[in-house]
């Protein structure tokens, strides 16, 4: 859980509907389906895309790149993602 405000896709307008929209679908389909153990009570799920919504002019460009670096094409798969992800924010002491 983010500890800013964040503005989810259901709730975006303008720029940032674009923006979600433009970004919806271009990583991996394995990151198409929620972790079922990261659900929300309510159903939603946390998103690091949607924490950056208070600046969508940024966001699209950066999560452009973040997916290019993700390609199914290169060495790493998702479980790689994940362990890289998860040993950078211990580091740094983030439990998002």
């Not at 975006?12 to 991996?28: C, K, V």
């Not at 600046?55 to 950066?62: D, I, W």
């Not at 790149?65 to 998860?86: G, K, V």
């Amino acid at each position: 859980m983010t500890w800013i405000k964040t503005i989810p896709p259901n709730a975006a307008q303008g720029t940032l509907r674009g923006a979600y929209e433009r970004l919806s679908g271009i990583f991996p389909s394995e990151y198409n389906d929620p972790v079922k153990a990261l659900l929300n009570s309510d159903g939603s799920a946390d998103s690091i895309v949607a924490s950056h919504s208070l600046f969508p002019n940024v966001m699209e460009p950066m999560f452009k790149a973040l997916a290019e670096l993700m390609s199914p094409e290169l060495p790493l798969s998702r479980r790689h993602h994940e362990m890289i992800n998860t040993v950078v924010s211990a580091t740094n002491r983030c439990h998002y």
